[in-house]
């Protein structure tokens, strides 16, 4: 038993309904009990899909399980052939459904279903989570509809991994179109998102895979090598130097592929821009999905100046590729799903920014941090109306925006160190360019609000506060750092004096600590 | 006021349906349940698809100090059962040390708890015993077989019935959640009439927990309080049958039905009602501009339903084309059955798809339905309320009628003030 707040990834069957709701003329019929309906408004609501996922739910009650739920299966899988025809259909259970053992899979191999192909799906409610469940499924229905078969004429891949209610997902497909086509390669099939059972089918004519999303597509992809002889791309085009990787990467599978143009890319002048010079070494926490995150790592370190001061994922499925990331930066990688943990680590660490997820967003609200999000788990505002891609070229622009965005700008920061003491622009007004009500200073208020924790109990002071003591002047000092580099103040001064054994803080340990970090 | 129809709902054939049920489980009432009891938590012993539910529901993830949350069954809680009720003695009493605020603590059952039989009411009286007298553990379902959506609220009130004080003198209580400022205000109207000995279950902190007895009538304002009602009955409590107090009609008719029962003269009911009463009527009259003759279709939700088709037939003038509701508890929407007109189909379950059909064929003007319906059929081209709002809203008695009015105008007002359409 595992007490849990907030989860970042749902239960796999709702995993399988991304690869479902993604594609088109696939149906997936779910053994469930009725409240787990709740899912088909993560599709219609969160992400405004038009129509309901492409799911029946057996919705049994408890005067069900004394008779037949497995009647009851065969009812709603008869139903959902004759009102829906789809080209196919995958089976399986919900958590509860799992427990009492109908077996909709092999139920549902031995009926007649006008022929149409039936893919059952094994997904452990209870050891594994969605986007393992995404993976399973794509994989499943790959390995039952996909052939070997005559490739194209023309150099063509397939674009894998992407499906329902994924982050940025309908953009960067759309992006990473637009850069293969032109490279002059054109996408065969793009799959889970958009395709059908027939496109699935013909997936062997192209003559490589993209994979975009590992997290999603990589059972598939490797799969698809094995069996049908396509190599697959190992890097994720996000960021500059990714995609110009990505673009070797394909130049090197198809020789025939041209290089692309560049012409729109503005991530290298703005940030080689001078007013881009108060970005460097800003400390940066990242936490989000494995692939997300390692490609975020990159850019914040290469492309943007910052400093990576703590890394990490919540899917266990990539502890060994994200521990190997964190080395080249010199950390140990956090895996957890447990956003409380995650929380501690933020606070440990005190960033200047947080590059999250919507959970990562909230803790930067609580600990007063700023926060952009990076990675899943979705949120209404993760599917802007504008075009907002984060791969391929104009995805490194949409990242420089959205990575700025929340940090308090250039001169603005100067000001707020010069004047640290006059009461409307002080540090806890947030950036003027945010909205939002600006606070008049309180008195001698310190910093942070008072932080109303869950349960995650009293905060341990980990940060060497019981082995050294600030004295009340350089206390009051720290105070007149503002609050985006207090925490990284704090914590050098803190360690600077505990390697020289020096007990007190005073005003001028501060500020020997600040000439010894100096940059 | 219109007098009640020649012919009401009440005898109306209902179309009973069995199908697929596109509604949330009792688990979601957690979501309102947890702000209303300040010093309670909710521990829902369930699955991953529990927590990401109860993260999900609301649409929205509220994060600031939680009260609730899952303990995740894992495949070692499935294999050996005594196991399972070791494990959550220690996660409640790690629970507990960390939040010594907490004064009520619920167990909730769900559907996988409840399919590997669970004995959560076992555990609630184990860790009673251990937690008190600081701490009451109860315990209820709001597993998805057992209950949808607001059943779990009545599940829950249900539950703390047996442990309620025993009253001995004349007494009312008020049965169901509203928001605090609806809740002061009924209470307001009571006391003006002279009612001051009123409690109300859930009471807001653990201590004030309201007693019950033969001497206590009981009166309700939610409509889907069946289970709580046959506890209080269990207990001695008389029920007052009344309508829901919903609009101006409701809300003067289940006052009335109160009042009478507690020996408050007509004269002295009309002078507490007469401004506020002034005041509704003028408030639904604005809002009702926009929803006069329209056509209404609820898909089953909330078990409101009943209460607000006859609000909206009898005092913003619509016409209502088909009821659903989850479930029709007869002895409490009753009286909102008699006053609806006859006219709309009556449907009690669901089989969605074949309801989708009707709604479709019968085109309205307006369709009451759940988050997972409501985009596609405004991508069909009707408009359509989120039922789930009318939970999450203030919109009992005299002062919220115009706002539950508002709240069905405003997505047809919508559509009338947006031109979107390209240029002829």
Known sequence: MKLSVWTYEGPPHVGAMRVATGMRGLHYVLHAPQGDTYADLLFTMIERRDRRPPVTYTTFQARDLGSDTADLFRTACEDAVARFRPEAIIVGASCTAELIQDDPGGMAETMDLGGIPVIPLELPSYQRKENFGADETFYQVVKRLAQPMERTARPTVNILGPTGLGFRHRDDVAEITGLLADMGIEVNVCAPMGATPADIARLGAAHANVLLYPETGETAARWCEKTLGQPFTKTVPMGVGATRDFIAEIRAMLPDALAPSEAGLRLPWYSASVDSTYLTGKRVFLFGDATHVMAAARIARDEMGFEVCGMGCYNREFARPMRAAAKEYGLSALITDDYLEVERAIEDAAPEMILGTQMERHIGKRLGIPCAVISAPVHVQDFPARYSPVMGFEGANVIFDTWVHPLVMGLEEHLLHMFREDFEFHDAAGPSHHGGKAVARAEDAGGQPPDPRSISGPVMEETGADVVTWLAEAERELKKIPFFVRGKARRNTETFAAERGVREISVDTLYEAKAHYAR | ?????????????????????????????????????????????????????????????????????????????????????????????????????????????????????????????????????????????????????????????????????????????????????????????????????????????????????????????????????????????????????????????????????????????????????????????????????????????????????????????????????????????????????????????????????????????????????????????????????????????????????GLFARPLRRKEKLRLEAAE
């Open chain 2, 1 to 405: 006021m219109p007098k009640p129809p020649a012919t009401g709902c009440g005898a109306a054939p209902v179309l009973k349906e069995r199908g697929q049920r596109e509604v949330f489980c009792g688990l979601t009432g957690i979501i309102w349940l947890h702000r209303k009891m300040q010093d309670a938590f909710f521990l829902v012993v369930g699955s991953r698809t529990c927590a990401h539910l109860l993260q999900s529901a609301a649409g929205v993830m509220i994060f600031a100090e939680p009260r609730f949350a899952t303990a995740i069954l894992e495949e070692t809680d499935l294999a050996g059962l005594a196991d399972a009720q070791d494990e959550l003695d220690n996660q409640v009493a790690q629970l507990l040390a960390r939040r010594p605020d907490i004064r009520q603590l619920f167990l909730v059952g769900s559907c996988p708890s409840e399919v590997i039989k669970l004995d959560l009411g076992r555990a609630a009286e184990r860790l009673s015993a251990v937690h008190a007298p600081h701490v009451r553990v109860l315990n209820y379902s709001g597993s998805g077989i057992e209950t949808t959506f607001t059943e779990g609220e009545d599940a829950c009130l249900a539950a703390m019935v047996p442990a309620l004080p025993e009253a001995n003198a004349k007494s009312l209580l008020i049965a169901g959640a509203l928001p605090d400022v609806v809740e002061d205000q009924m209470l307001g109207l009571l006391r003006a009439m002279g009612i001051e000995d009123v409690a109300c279950l859930p009471a807001r902190r653990a201590e004030d927990l309201p007693a019950v007895g033969p001497e206590t009538v009981v009166a309700l304002v939610q409509p889907f309080l069946g289970e709580t009602l046959a506890a209080l009955t269990r207990r001695g409590a008389r029920h007052v049958e009344a309508p829901l107090p919903f609009g101006d009609e409701g809300t003067t008719a289940w006052l009335w039905a109160v009042a009478r029962e507690m020996g408050v003269d007509a004269d002295t009911f009309a002078r507490v009602t007469e401004a506020p009463r002034a005041r509704a009527r003028r408030a639904i009259a604005a809002a009702s501009e926009t929803l006069n003759g329209k056509s209404v279709f609820f898909f089953p939700d909330s078990q409101l339903e009943i209460p607000l088709a006859r609000f909206l037939t009898r005092e913003c003038g619509m016409d209502a084309v088909e009821v659903g509701a989850p479930f029709i508890h007869r002895a409490i929407v009753g009286p909102d059955l008699d006053l609806l007109p006859e006219g709309p189909t009556i449907s009690e379950g669901q089989d969605v798809d074949k309801q989708l059909d009707r709604a479709r064929a019968a085109r309205p003007d307006l369709t009451v339905c759940g988050l997972g319906l409501a985009n596609p059929l405004e991508a069909e081209g009707l408009t359509t309320k989120w039922a789930i709002e009318l939970v999450f809203t203030p919109v009992h008695f005299y002062e919220q009628a115009g706002d539950l009015a």
